[in-house]
């Protein structure tokens, strides 16, 4: 298309009677490599075209459509022969409406183009069953016990119990608190409470040398390396065993930085025990699993352009041995349910099924139902 110089087709799939469906783009700008999105501004086009198999000049297009707004990556999450689902993610992380065509490959027409706000998991629930919000509206995701896979279920959505302090250790006399230093900035803590005193345990800080020969790529984006300014937090936890394990998670961009990592405060002798796999090095802990035989941790990256996933973690607890799997989407909790990992995430649910981790998420049908769909 004029004006256009870089199309691309996004993906491809048979049809029927000798024709491909094809999902393709024109841009001013390239697409990232994959699986990263491409752009899908308004002046952009974006086909759902047949192809003949056999010449590929015979061309018959069903859709082309601009994009909803000019901050528009958009990635495919659903093609079929019946509909087509993408999502539109901003520069800046910011989330907008899912794109939905529904067409005709016989008639060869466009039959309906609509969007719905996309979901994130709020809160996991036993079960497991998630709680999925997008804006006003929430709905439950539970397991099917046939499949295994996700699907809404019809239950209410409870409300919300309000969140207390984690109390671990003798007599529940140690605490993971929400605190503010001198400044008024929120930050959090393990506190020992005796009598009407409260004694307060700072996540020790990774010291400027470890840091560097851990992270050199990230000390050399520092003139000079006493600019960087290392802040760790205690991001997702879990108590067990009267200890309090924990990820730790700190801002990776504007002269912040840390050292990514995992550990436990233990009230037997009031200290922090912490374990840095040069997996972890580069990323923050967004959810976390503890296992009898291992730990699983969802990584993430908190920069100034957004929250960037890095993908999944299983720890051995005997061997320390780590597995990682690739996985583009961050996870914000956890839960095992048979020989499965499912996780909720910013846009969906995951799930770690043996070598494989695979994503669903929150559809809408054209007569305005919710289900679950893989991606």
Known sequence: MSGLPHPVVLRRIPAEAGWDLVVALSSAQQCQAAPGPCWWNTKDRLGVLLQSREDATKVRPLAIEPGPNDDCSTR?????????????????????????????????????HFSYAPFSAERVLPGPRFVMAAGERNLV???????????VSAS????????????????????????????????????????????????????????????????????????????????????????????KKFYNAEGATGLGGFGYFDPADAAYHLTAPPELYDWSVSAMLLESDCIWLALYRLSEYGNYPGGLLRWDRNTQIVRRWEMPWIATSMARSGDSIYMGTTDGIAVQRGDRVVSFFVDRSTAGQYRMSAR
Request: with cysteine; hydrophobic share 35%.
């Open 156 to 247: 209410p959505v409870l409300q919300p119990v309000a969140e207390s302090d984690v109390a671990f250790g003798p007599g529940d006399r140690f605490h993971l608190s929400a605190l503010r230093d001198k400044f008024g900035s929120p930050y959090t803590a393990v506190t020992e409470r005796i009598a009407s005193k409260e004694k307060i345990y700072m996540l020790p800080q990774t010291d400027p040398q470890t840091w560097q020969r851990a992270r050199p790529d990230d000390a050399k984006t520092y003139l000079h390396i006493e600019m960087a300014e290392i802040h760790e937090e205690i991001g997702p936890h879990q108590a067990e065993g009267g200890r309090l394990w924990f990820g």
């Open 76 to 112: 495919i999450e659903l093609f079929t022969t019946q509909e087509l689902v993408l999502s539109c993610v901003g520069e800046k992380w910011s989330t907008y409406d899912n794109q939905k065509l529904v067409y005709d490959v016989r008639a060869g027409k466009l039959v309906n």
């Open 141 to 151: 995701v539970e397991i099917d016990p046939s499949t295994g896979d996700p699907r």
